[in-house]
């Protein structure tokens, strides 16, 4: 059964930093994409930024350029989400997700993050809030 579990959400006051890890396990971790998305009270879900298969492609939306790292470690099937410069307006529930369908590039949204529409194996999501 593939199984994507998220860790390391909490609190933080503006200005702080998380990192997120998202544990895989079940499948081919090593062969797909993997995004990070996030998803705030009464808003859509929208994609935070992307890593391809190798990790050599990395894709962010405009608004965490600069503040924001993915990285991922194919051999411990883990992908992370290192978070700095926390703003009030990062506090969302923070989503990994896997996307079978690409690998050498990913899909990409018109805002530069990934395209939730093309990623089908999703964790349950942690919280992240930031206190201004």
């Known amino acids: 059964q593939v199984q994507l579990v998220e860790s390391g959400g909490g609190s933080v006051q503006a200005g702080g930093s998380l990192r997120l890890s998202c544990a895989a396990s079940?499948?081919?971790?090593?062969?797909?994409?993997l995004g990070w998305f996030r998803q705030a009270p009464g808003k859509e879900r929208e994609g935070v930024g992307a890593?391809?298969?190798?990790?050599?492609?990395?894709y962010y939306v405009d608004s965490v350029k600069g503040r924001f790292k993915i990285s991922r470690d194919n051999a411990k099937n883990t992908l992370y989400l290192q978070m700095s410069s926390l703003q009030p307006e990062d506090s969302a529930t923070y989503y990994c997700?896997?996307?079978?369908?690409?690998?050498?590039?990913?899909?990409?949204?018109?805002?530069?993050?990934?395209?939730?529409?093309?990623?089908?194996?999703w964790g349950q999501g942690i919280r992240v809030t930031v206190s201004s």
């Open positions: 997700a896997a996307s079978p369908r690409f690998g050498v590039t990913c899909s990409r949204d018109q805002r530069g993050g990934p395209l939730v529409a093309d990623y089908d194996i």
């Open positions: 079940g499948y081919t971790f090593s062969s797909y994409c």
């Open positions: 890593i391809s298969a190798g990790g050599t492609r990395v």
